[in-house]
């Protein structure tokens, strides 16, 4: 059974086991399932500096906070005691694409080339970590919501402008990938 | 009591946004600060779990996403929204209660410009991180500690939203 487990698992048991955190949360608790909304409570509890859009009673909202935490003890729990043996398949096609990016592919889940804390305070570092960082975290304010609560939790509940939002992740990540992501590997 | 009933039925929303919030908590009944939560502590570990094992968090996967080189985000992503969609169905069609017995609150997004234009730039940061915010979280945990910086990186990003709201295309 753990040798199941510890395979990478298929797309459909993973998708199933998320689109269920939709209903799980809705009758846990009658809450809304969404990501991004706990950078909002992080800001609004540590650092609200009285902008109007950090005052609110954060505390109330505590619940995204502890489902973050488990995330991160989740991501601890399935690489130290699940965590597959074999390297990460990745498509060739698209080895060869990051090859010609001169972007090293190694066996881990993220290239330790890119995520390592030796490139901080370099410029692979201030593009990765600090304006990548950035985008998503003021997009998805801006968006009023990520992934999870506009393509999960909104396309879910018929909403349409989590369509056109979900259409906009979609045409960003793209035009990041095909136009400026080979311009930016340019600078290291 | 009869006070209280009446207040669900005219009141569903009890937590006061000053501004609208995309992961909202309807619940009407109290909740204590560990004992209320630790559910959803749960559910996120069992979430994380899922994001490292299908590894959903892995940069790479979200290389190929863009790439049109592999099926997997599309499938896991496609397959999530139909369960979540046929759920959100059935609570509806059947109205299943909470466990707390309360009625299980649906909001409507009003579209602003932001759907647009935020969501653009937040693609543009989905490609370079390979994360949204949820993946940021188990990347951490996963040992990819660098990561943290993208998450307060990520931190400050809202934080600036916030603070420029007003000045912003709606």
């Given at each position: 059974?753990?040798?199941?487990?510890?395979?990478?698992?298929?797309?459909?048991?993973?998708?199933?086991?998320?689109?269920?955190?939709?209903?799980?949360?809705?009758?846990?608790?009658?809450?809304?399932?969404?990501?991004?909304?706990?950078?909002?409570?992080?800001?609004?509890?540590?650092?609200?500096?009285?902008?109007?859009?950090?005052?609110?009673?954060?505390?109330?909202?505590?619940?995204?906070?502890?489902?973050?935490?488990?995330?991160?003890?989740?991501?601890?729990?399935?690489?130290?005691?699940?965590?597959?043996?074999?390297?990460?398949?990745?498509?060739?096609?698209?080895?060869?694409?990051l090859?010609?990016l001169?972007i090293?592919?190694?066996?881990?889940?993220m290239p330790?080339?890119i995520f390592?804390?030796?490139n901080?305070?370099?410029m692979k570092g201030l593009i990765f970590f600090v304006l990548g960082g950035f985008l998503v975290g003021f997009g998805t304010?801006?968006?009023?919501?990520?992934?999870?609560?506009?393509?999960?939790?909104?396309?879910?509940?018929?909403?349409?402008?989590?369509?056109?939002?979900?259409?906009?992740f979609?045409?960003g990540g793209l035009a990041m990938t095909h136009l400026i992501f080979p311009w930016i590997v340019?600078l290291f | 009591?009869?006070?209280?009933?009446?207040?669900?039925?005219?009141?569903?929303?009890?937590?006061?946004?000053?501004?609208?919030?995309?992961?909202?908590?309807?619940?009407?009944?109290?909740?204590?600060?560990?004992?209320?939560?630790?559910?959803?502590?749960?559910?996120?570990?069992?979430?994380?779990?899922?994001?490292?094992?299908?590894?959903?968090?892995?940069w790479y996967?979200i290389q190929?996403m863009f790439r049109?080189?592999?099926?997997?985000?599309?499938?896991?992503?496609?397959?999530?929204?139909?369960?979540?969609?046929?759920?959100?169905?059935?609570?509806?069609?059947?109205?299943?209660?909470?466990?707390?017995?309360?009625?299980?609150?649906?909001?409507?997004?009003?579209?602003?410009?932001?759907?647009?234009?935020?969501?653009t730039l937040f693609g543009l940061g989905w490609a370079i991180t390979g994360a949204c915010p949820?993946p940021i979280?188990?990347q951490?945990?996963?040992?990819?500690?660098v990561v943290?910086i993208t998450l307060?990186s990520a931190?400050?990003g809202?934080?600036?939203?916030?603070?420029?709201?007003?000045?912003?295309?709606?």
């Amino acid at each position: 059974m753990v040798e199941i487990i510890k395979q990478p698992w298929t797309w459909y048991v993973a998708g199933v086991l998320i689109g269920l955190t939709v209903p799980a949360l809705l009758l846990l608790g009658n809450k809304h399932f969404g990501v991004s909304s706990s950078l909002r409570h992080i800001c609004a509890a540590c650092m609200p500096s009285k902008i109007p859009f950090f005052q609110y009673d954060w505390k109330k909202e505590a619940w995204n906070l502890f489902f973050v935490a488990g995330m991160l003890l989740g991501g601890i729990v399935a690489t130290q005691f699940l965590s597959n043996p074999d390297p990460i398949q990745i498509s060739s096609q698209t080895v060869q694409d990051l090859q010609a990016l001169n972007i090293e592919v190694d066996h881990n889940l993220m290239p330790s080339s890119i995520f390592s804390f030796d490139n901080l305070f370099t410029m692979k570092g201030l593009i990765f970590f600090v304006l990548g960082g950035f985008l998503v975290g003021f997009g998805t304010r801006y968006a009023s919501g990520c992934t999870s609560g506009h393509t999960i939790m909104g396309l879910s509940n018929l909403q349409w402008p989590s369509l056109v939002a979900t259409c906009c992740f979609m045409i960003g990540g793209l035009a990041m990938t095909h136009l400026i992501f080979p311009w930016i590997v340019k600078l290291f | 009591m009869q006070l209280v009933e009446n207040n669900r039925k005219s009141k569903p929303v009890v937590v006061d946004h000053p501004i609208a919030c995309e992961a909202q908590n309807d619940q009407l009944s109290d909740e204590s600060l560990i004992g209320s939560n630790i559910k959803y502590l749960l559910l996120g570990i069992l979430f994380g779990i899922v994001f490292v094992k299908a590894e959903i968090i892995s940069w790479y996967r979200i290389q190929e996403m863009f790439r049109f080189h592999s099926f997997h985000m599309y499938g896991v992503i496609g397959t999530a929204v139909l369960v979540g969609m046929t759920s959100v169905w059935i609570i509806k069609k059947f109205k299943i209660k909470t466990i707390q017995g309360e009625t299980v609150v649906f909001h409507d997004k009003k579209f602003q410009w932001g759907n647009v234009i935020g969501s653009t730039l937040f693609g543009l940061g989905w490609a370079i991180t390979g994360a949204c915010p949820g993946p940021i979280f188990a990347q951490i945990g996963s040992g990819f500690t660098v990561v943290s910086i993208t998450l307060l990186s990520a931190i400050a990003g809202t934080w600036v939203y916030g603070l420029v709201r007003e000045k912003l295309p709606h």
